[in-house]
């Protein structure tokens, strides 16, 4: 099961900034936080993913609390092509493998 | 920029029949992984691959699926004898590089009649 709480659903008007949280209060300080999106039944889109420090990238950012318990995932400015399933998912690394544990996710709609 | 792509983007098939999934995943990646998601439903882990060996599989990826890396660039998924319920898009992942990062395909689309 997803080791991630998000709530199902969205909205964000064009041009505007869309915050997405992300609760994981059960994660382990060996633990990444991964931010993936999925635009309509296309492959997954890798965002994001930090540790404990805040991160930036040229598609978002992520700020993680101290405590690592919860995470934000910001769009600073939303178009509607970020219209997509926004995916939060807690990943250790150095197992014989490092699959993903997709959980249901935030639909995030981006209105004109 | 490398991107993973799969081949077909959709496949229809009859029931009891085997098809062969495949992928090119990105080119320097050791790491190689199939997932599923049946329409409507969550993203699905299947089985992950590396060093010409299954790392891990679920209990979905059960003796019907088989999976292969047969030169050093295609990974592919096969299902000897298709079932209705196996009508889901199939992703091919691969990953590599400093932080373990999985970049996904555009998936196939397979249909089951």
């Known amino acids: 099961d997803a080791k991630t709480t998000q709530p199902p659903s969205m909205d964000c008007a064009e041009g505007r900034a869309a915050n997405l949280p992300c609760n994981h209060s059960t994660i382990s300080g060996n633990e990444y936080v991964y931010w993936y999106r999925q635009i309509h039944s296309q492959g997954p889109q890798y965002i994001i993913h930090?540790?404990?420090n805040n991160e930036t990238n040229e598609m978002a950012s992520l700020i993680i609390t101290e405590d690592r318990k919860s995470s934000t995932l910001i769009l600073p400015h939303a178009t509607l092509r970020d219209t997509a399933v926004y995916y939060c998912?807690?990943?250790?690394?150095?197992?014989?493998?490092?699959?993903?544990?997709f959980g249901t996710g935030t639909l995030l709609a981006v209105q004109p | 920029e490398p991107e993973v792509t799969q081949t077909p983007s959709h496949q229809v098939t009859q029931m009891g029949q085997e098809v062969i999934l495949r992928c090119v995943p990105i080119s320097n990646h050791l790491y190689f992984y199939w997932y599923r998601q049946i329409l409507g439903q969550k993203v699905e882990f299947l089985v992950s691959?590396?060093?010409?060996?299954?790392?891990?599989k679920s209990e979905i990826f059960d003796d019907q699926f088989s999976v292969e890396r047969p030169d050093g660039s295609n990974f592919t998924l096969k299902i000897r004898s298709t079932k209705l319920e196996d009508s889901a898009m199939y992703f091919c992942?691969?990953?590599?590089?400093?932080?373990?990062?999985?970049?996904f395909g555009p998936g196939t689309r397979l249909t089951v009649l």
């Open positions: 930090g540790l404990k």
């Open positions: 691959f590396y060093n010409n060996e299954i790392s891990e």
């Open positions: 992942a691969s990953e590599g590089g400093q932080y373990y990062t999985q970049y």
């Open positions: 998912i807690v990943l250790s690394y150095g197992g014989a493998t490092n699959k993903l544990i």
